[in-house]
């Protein structure tokens, strides 16, 4: 990954991703990165041919029946892509990139635009029974932002080129020209266009881009559209603005670039206040954002869990680890990885899910959303082009540059090298079944001798972690923060850790009240009808006196990541699997579950992750 900028930033992130990072994946995470690039970043274009050919056939006639957000999906798609081929270097998945952007560039008309609506309604155009905005700009964000992230990843100058170009266009239209962005409507949707133009300000220098990011703030502030800033700085949750939905978080993403751009603490205040505003309310047991596509003040709320409000979620979260350089934001982002995107992903990696409900069934997004599917695009929806970026932001959060070092915030079996910001090559090696036990063995190899602190993610649900540098012993190793360990290192250099990992639980509340998810360390674990002699509506009830469990390794297909067997109260086997797993048969599962005795709970055991509400 280029580190190209033209603008020196006010304030500097704590964290960045690695430029150039080479990382093998191993164990569970690695097959679903496999999967997600072999059955579908590498398939999609050519399943879907529509996803470009909808750009070269939008002034003929007869005009195509899209959806308001079918601009999205090549953006979504490349976005996810670019991603995606940080994790492997693949060389078929760059020789598909490299064609699949010279076409994207090659479909974008001569004044810059790069959407698949007619001339007569770009940008600010309706359906056409006229009833529903375009999210046109919407579309754009997703282009440019894809086309920017492959510029930044292989130096494409003419990917730069065909972003700057599709911007200029948006500014020759609405900037200082009397025409509002916010008359397009669709605001959330519409006025996350800015987040790309702070990007593209970062890249280039060009003033006009944070000149348009300036205009868009005086559009959050207009009626109907989120006023953003001004409702996180008196307080307001998320869920009580005008506009909570998901597709908020990219504008609120705009807010921590012009807080990097600035330096202005009004923009920091706001931005963290949000985040934390959802992680509060908002955050379900899943690691998953939003009910019904929007923030409702409720994590026990039983309505439709999107996939590409999860994606949101991480990209805001990991903004946030910029901003903050905390432990627990990572502890987060492992949650969801871990549980709500790959419980998106069938493990096959040829489908995604729309909903992935906390208890019922996991539904191809091809089948619930099928509406979005177009002709010559029928596995084209908002979900399956965006949902494969959850697993490809792998990439920007595993392990990050800190000024004087790297912080390790992924645990698995793993390769990585890359270069520390002074130039020195390292290579990092992970041994390790983690999650599933909670030894890590990590090895040091780097060209000469080098000084630089390596930061080790300390999960908060581990209250006894341990740590020895080639085999004496650390100190002051705490849950909830990084273990800093500033030295030179040499070759052959040794990190053991050792985390306890608990059993933990949250107690619900609301429409969950008198039901507990139970974790193993950041898996939540699920009843499954596949993996039990009784049915969804017949799972016994747990007791917290008498967890003890065995775990046990089944090659079954699909293969899970853990099974855990539990005695019931009633004296019956309950078989528990990780949530990423649970229901990929079509099965119906669980993960609100019964358990007594929940008033002697050890206090060690109760969730770090649990949100509970006012």
């Not at 798609?77 to 492997?88: E, F, M």
């Not at 800190?402 to 890359?418: E, K, L, Q």
């Not at 016994?540 to 899970?560: A, K, Q």
Request: charged share 20%.
């Amino acid at each position: 990954m280029l580190e190209q900028s033209a603008v020196k930033l006010t304030v500097k992130p704590l964290m960045n991703p690695p430029r150039n990072m080479r990382i093998r994946f191993g164990g569970f995470v690695g097959q679903r990165i496999a999967a997600n690039q072999g059955n579908w970043l590498l398939q999609a274009p050519y399943s879907n041919p529509a996803m470009l050919q909808m750009f070269r056939d939008r002034d003929r006639k007869p005009r195509r029946m899209l959806v308001p957000w079918a601009g999205e999906f090549a953006g979504k798609y490349l976005i996810s892509a670019v991603q995606g081929y940080r994790l492997t270097y693949d060389e078929r998945l760059r020789r598909l990139l490299d064609g699949f952007v010279h076409a994207l560039i090659s479909v974008q008309d001569v004044d810059g635009y790069l959407g698949p609506h007619p001339v007569n309604e770009r940008l600010i155009g309706r359906t056409c029974d006229g009833k529903n905005p375009l999210w046109d700009l919407w579309g754009h964000y997703h282009a440019i932002l894809g086309l920017l992230l492959w510029w930044r990843e292989v130096g494409d100058e003419a990917a730069l080129n065909a972003a700057c170009k599709a911007a200029d266009l948006i500014c020759l239209r609405f900037l200082e020209t009397g025409q509002r962005m916010i008359n397009a409507g669709a605001e959330e949707m519409n006025l996350a266009v800015s987040h790309a133009f702070t990007l593209l300000y970062e890249a280039t220098g060009d003033e006009r881009y944070l000149r348009m990011v300036r205009e868009v703030e005086h559009d959050w502030e207009t009626p109907p559209a989120g006023d953003y800033v001004r409702t996180a700085l008196h307080g307001l949750e998320f869920f009580q603005t005008p506009k909570p939905r998901w597709e908020s978080l990219h504008d609120i993403q705009a807010i921590a670039e012009l807080y990097f751009i600035t330096g202005d603490e009004r923009y920091r205040e706001a931005f963290t206040h949000t985040w934390r505003s959802i992680q509060r309310y908002d955050r379900h047991n899943s690691g998953a954002f939003s009910s019904a596509e929007q923030a409702v003040g409720n994590p026990y709320d039983s309505r439709a869990v999107e996939t590409c409000c999860v994606v949101a979620w991480m990209a805001l979260s990991l903004d946030m680890l910029r901003i903050t350089g905390d432990s627990t934001v990572v502890d987060e982002v492992e949650l969801s990885t871990f549980n709500a995107v790959l419980g998106a992903q069938h493990p096959s990696g040829r489908w995604w899910t729309y909903n992935t409900p906390m208890d019922g069934i996991r539904l191809a997004s091809a089948h619930e959303i099928v509406f979005q599917a177009h002709q010559g695009a029928p596995e084209l929806n908002c979900c399956s082009v965006n949902g494969p970026r959850g697993i490809g932001m792998l990439s920007d959060w595993a392990y990050m540059l800190t000024d004087d070092g790297v912080a390790v915030n992924f645990y698995g079996p793993c390769t990585s090298r890359f270069l520390l910001t002074q130039g020195v090559e390292v290579t990092l090696k992970q041994a390790t079944d983690y999650p599933r036990h909670g030894k890590v063995r990590l090895s040091v190899a780097v060209k000469k001798p080098t000084e630089f602190a390596l930061r080790l993610r300390i999960p908060s649900w581990s209250r006894k972690a341990q740590a020895s540098v080639n085999g004496h012993g650390v100190r002051d190793v705490r849950s909830g923060a990084y273990l800093v360990l500033n030295r030179e290192w040499m070759s052959g250099d040794t990190v053991k850790l050792i985390f306890n990992i608990p059993l933990h639980v949250w107690v619900g509340e609301r429409e969950k009240a008198g039901r507990t998810s139970i974790y193993h360390g950041p898996i939540l674990l699920a009843y499954d009808q596949r993996f039990n002699a009784m049915d969804y509506d017949d799972v016994p009830t747990l007791d917290v006196n008498n967890l003890s469990y065995i775990m046990e390794e089944r090659d079954d297909n699909p293969t899970p990541w853990m099974l855990v067997h539990f005695q019931a109260a009633d004296g019956r086997d309950l078989i528990l699997c990780d949530f990423a797993t649970a229901g990929a048969a079509g099965t119906h599962y669980r993960t609100w579950l019964q358990m007594d005795g929940l008033e002697q709970l050890p206090l060690e055991m109760r969730s770090p992750f649990a949100s509970h509400i006012d």
